[in-house]
């Protein structure tokens, strides 16, 4: 029984191949246990495709979806929503229904009175300030806590009474009687209960004490058959924590906890608590704007799920703390929408093209193509008439020998289109450009005139009485250092060019683009309609990626 030979290896593949081997499984179970209190970001894409990546490519293997939601003051179902939504759209499927720690409550609540009764729990009452004060630090060692040799009967009460409200929040805890001397801080009788009059999302208002996460993750992971428990390095020293619970309780299954070290992308924040500031800042405007670095916000930019797999498994997996070149992911967002975007025009920056020696009442439709190396992407008709519109960056008066786009008196080729000549042009009182008057020669359709003619640029173009006003949002990095969690004050980072909004025209065959498909827009970027903004009525691009790398 080994993985596929398409898999990637990495150390986690290796255990789990050789556990196979060794008949120590016989078949392997994951989890992707997310705590519903924020949106996945591309940190949480690089977990979802190691442990459904893994459940897909061994046989008879799964992946469960579970959230971890036992603080019910930081969350809610919607995030609940936003987190299934985002990994079905990264391409996995979980196994069964999805699952909640809470729905073990019950279950957690009977292994809480199995340490009190084996004397390895104790209820405390030391204020937060002391608890911290009898923890210790790093350099010295703690000192119990004066409530740790209750008696158990007073312990297994003082529970009881704790679960039926009788206590206000703070006032008292059930520990872990494990070790105050313990080089490992998280070994310090560790809180695994504490009270919190809140509403849950899914239990309502049964419960008044919560479990903590290290004691529910593990049982959590126990109950569901996990074999093999993924986490990042920063739950290294939670560990001996996760195992001392298991070999305390009456639990048959033991799962291994394995960590690996966590995606550090340059110029992006991965913290909930920082991302949520920056919401609440008004510095972005929600979870899943595109400057956001959240599944949701990649979505909506218009990034494929495709490319977030692919850089996943490029970066591998490994114990290494290492930060990654966003280049790295915006070039597997390129090489993507370059094979996959259909091509299409937009101008962002318009001015009129009118071309003199066209008739005024004709107009035509020219067979462009959908992408130029895919011949099963076919074609599109194009509207042309007299008038058009052209991006203003692409005409000069005059142009030094590099600039290879139109020039007064000089010739170039419209796209899939004519050649023409720029005779003379229009500005209006402060001495913008406002027009461009041209003509063409008709013997010069398509790309490879029979007259031999060439010419030495190509712009792109929209019809000026055939096409739909649109507004372009033009997205770029949101910070201008490369490790923005570093910094004192992280609004000095921000880039203030993060967000460009124009607004212009896009060729009539875009008036019902769909949110989140990508384009190439010529000579422009990637695009994709945004999938909360535009309609039919408004449409609004959002660029996904520019052509190359600029920033």
């Not at 996995?92 to 999805?98: A, I, L, N, P, Y």
């Not at 003509?439 to 790309?447: E, H, M, P, R, W």
């Not at 003619?453 to 201008?480: C, M, Q, S, T």
């Not at 683009?513 to 449409?539: I, T, V, W």
Request: aromatic share 10%; net charge negative.
């Amino acid at each position: 029984m080994t993985q596929v030979e398409t898999a990637p290896s990495n150390f986690i593949r290796n255990i789990i191949e050789d556990d196979l081997q060794t008949g120590k499984h016989q078949s392997i179970q994951t989890r992707f246990p997310p705590e519903p209190n924020g949106y996945l970001h591309i940190g949480h894409a690089k977990s979802i495709c190691l442990n459904f990546g893994i459940a897909e490519d061994y046989p008879n293997a799964a992946c469960n979806l579970r959230f971890d939601d036992t603080n019910p003051l930081k969350e809610d179902v919607d995030y609940v929503h936003a987190i299934e939504k985002d990994v079905t759209w990264l391409g996995f499927k979980w196994q069964g229904e999805v699952r909640y720690s809470s729905n073990y409550f019950d279950q957690l609540y009977a292994f809480a009175i199995e340490l009190i009764e084996s004397n390895k729990a104790y209820v405390c009452e030391l204020s937060a300030e002391q608890t911290r004060e009898y923890r210790g630090n790093l350099t010295s060692k703690g000192k119990n806590s004066p409530f740790r040799d209750r008696p158990i009967a007073e312990n297994l009460d003082l529970f009881a009474r704790m679960r039926a409200g009788e206590f206000k929040e703070g006032s008292m805890m059930l520990r872990a009687k494990i070790d105050m001397a313990s080089p490992n801080m998280k070994m310090r009788d560790p809180v695994i209960y504490r009270i919190r009059f809140a509403h849950h999302h899914q239990t309502a208002d049964k419960w008044c004490i919560y479990p903590m996460y290290d004691f529910t993750h593990c049982i959590s992971d126990a109950i569901e058959g996990v074999t093999h428990s993924l986490c990042t390095l920063e739950f290294e020293d939670h560990r001996p924590l996760y195992e001392w619970v298991l070999a305390n309780i009456s639990i048959a299954a033991k799962p291994r906890q394995i960590e690996f070290s966590r995606l550090n992308l340059q110029y992006t924040l991965t913290s909930k608590r920082k991302l949520s500031a920056l919401i609440d800042e008004n510095i972005v405007t929600s979870w899943d704007d595109p400057r956001m670095p959240t599944i949701s916000g990649m979505r909506r930019r218009g990034y494929p799920a495709a490319s977030l797999r692919e850089f996943s498994k490029r970066i591998g997996v490994t114990k290494q703390e290492n930060t990654v070149e966003l280049a790295s992911l915006e070039a597997c967002v390129r090489e993507n929408l370059e094979a996959n975007g259909p091509r299409v025009m937009a101008v962002l920056d318009p001015i009129k093209l009118i071309i003199t020696n066209y008739d005024e009442d004709k107009s035509e439709l020219l067979i462009a193509p959908n992408h130029p190396k895919d011949e099963r992407m076919g074609t599109r008709s194009v509207p042309f008439s007299r008038e058009l519109y052209i991006d203003r960056a692409d005409f000069k008066v005059e142009g030094n020998k590099k600039y290879k786009r139109l020039k007064l008196n000089k010739e170039i080729r419209l796209r899939n289109a004519y050649v023409v000549r720029a005779d003379d042009y229009k500005t209006d009182e402060t001495g913008n450009i406002t027009e461009v008057h041209c003509s063409y020669d008709a013997d010069t359709l398509g790309k490879n005139p029979e007259d031999g003619r060439k010419v030495k640029g190509v712009i792109h173009w929209v019809d000026a009485n055939n096409n739909h006003p649109a507004e372009f949002r033009l997205y770029d990095r949101l910070f201008l250092v490369d490790n923005p969690a570093a910094e004192e004050d992280i609004h000095t980072a921000l880039n203030p060019d993060s967000l460009v909004v124009k607004k212009g025209f896009v060729e009539v065959n875009l008036a019902d683009a769909e949110p989140e498909k990508a384009y190439q827009f010529e000579r422009e970027g990637y695009f994709c309609a945004d999938n909360k903004d535009s309609s039919a009525e408004h449409l609004v691009f959002n660029r996904t990626a520019a052509l190359r790398a600029t920033f």
